[in-house]
Nanobody, 115 residues
């Protein structure tokens, strides 16, 4: 059974930092493309960042230069380092992995940025 579990969310002041973690069981992140997505209240879920199986990364324009996605293959965990957080970053953050037409999602972790 595949499970993705996010952690690391919380309440932070604007300008602060958080690091989100996504730990997987049942799949090996190294051979999957894994991304972070977020959904703010009343808005659609949106893409934040992705790391491919080869290690290539890409980011939404809104987070470029502030967020960094990385992967620890030994820990089978994907991270999202978020710096210089803004109130508009407030959302539930989800990780998701895709490969060969299958995708798996975690339950999400809340990030709240106060002004």
């Amino acid at each position: 059974q595949v499970q993705l579990e996010e952690s690391g969310g919380g309440l932070v002041q604007a300008g602060g930092s958080l690091r989100l973690s996504c730990a997987a069981s049942g799949i090996i992140f190294e051979i999957y493309s894994t991304g972070w997505y977020r959904q703010a209240p009343g808005k659609q879920r949106e893409f934040v960042a992705r790391i491919t199986s080869s290690g290539s990364t890409n980011y939404a324009d809104s987070v470029k230069g502030r967020f960094t996605i990385s992967r620890d293959n030994a820990e089978n965990t994907v991270y999202l380092q978020m710096n210089n957080l803004k109130p508009e970053d407030t959302a539930v953050y989800y990780c998701a992995s895709q490969r060969a037409g299958r995708d798996y999602w975690g339950q999400g972790t809340q990030v709240t940025v106060s002004s």
